[in-house]
């Protein structure tokens, strides 16, 4: 499916570029997590927490670069590792939320991602 995929998503990139959209939008694509390596005993693959890709598109980012690696298998990171507060950090300094001050529920005031750092080269 990521032949598809892939076109669908350059086309909705494509198109938010030519509108001048891309000046206002953060384009993330991904997953909430990878597959595995190797096939099941089904030949499908089983959710896999420990690597997955994500693509981010605005006009912060430089195009066409690739942050960290996976394994030769593509199923553990072998080259910086991130969390996903670290995503969460990036995404909240991209939509310019400032993470130092609490966002408040109706029981207490929480901090989000406040400790965490973006993930360099997306900034």
Same mark, same amino acid.
């Given at each position: 499916?990521?032949?598809? &995929?892939? @076109?669908?998503?350059?086309?909705?990139?494509?198109?938010?570029?030519?509108? =001048?959209?891309?000046?206002?939008?953060?384009?993330?694509?991904?997953?909430?997590? =990878?597959? &595995?390596?190797?096939?099941?005993? #089904? @030949? !499908?693959?089983?959710?896999?927490?420990?690597?997955?890709?994500?693509? #981010?598109?605005?006009? !912060?980012?430089? %195009? =066409?670069?690739? *942050? =960290?690696?996976?394994?030769?298998? !593509?199923? #553990?990171?072998?080259?910086? $590792?991130?969390?996903?507060?670290?995503?969460?950090? &990036?995404?909240?300094?991209? *939509?310019?939320?400032?993470?130092? @001050?609490?966002?408040? &529920?109706?029981?207490? $005031?929480?901090?989000?991602?406040?400790?965490?750092? $973006? *993930?360099? %080269?997306?900034?």
């Amino acid at each position: 499916m990521m032949g598809s &995929t892939d @076109q669908a998503f350059a086309a909705l990139i494509n198109d938010l570029d030519k509108r =001048g959209l891309l000046e206002e939008i953060l384009g993330i694509f991904g997953s909430e997590f =990878g597959r &595995t390596p190797r096939l099941n005993k #089904f @030949q !499908g693959h089983d959710h896999w927490a420990h690597a997955f890709s994500l693509l #981010f598109a605005d006009p !912060g980012v430089p %195009g =066409g670069q690739i *942050i =960290g690696a996976s394994d030769r298998d !593509g199923g #553990f990171v072998a080259d910086k $590792p991130y969390l996903l507060e670290d995503l969460a950090a &990036t995404i909240y300094e991209k *939509i310019r939320l400032d993470r130092g @001050q609490p966002i408040y &529920t109706a029981s207490r $005031p929480v901090f989000l991602a406040h400790d965490s750092k $973006p *993930i360099e %080269g997306l900034m």
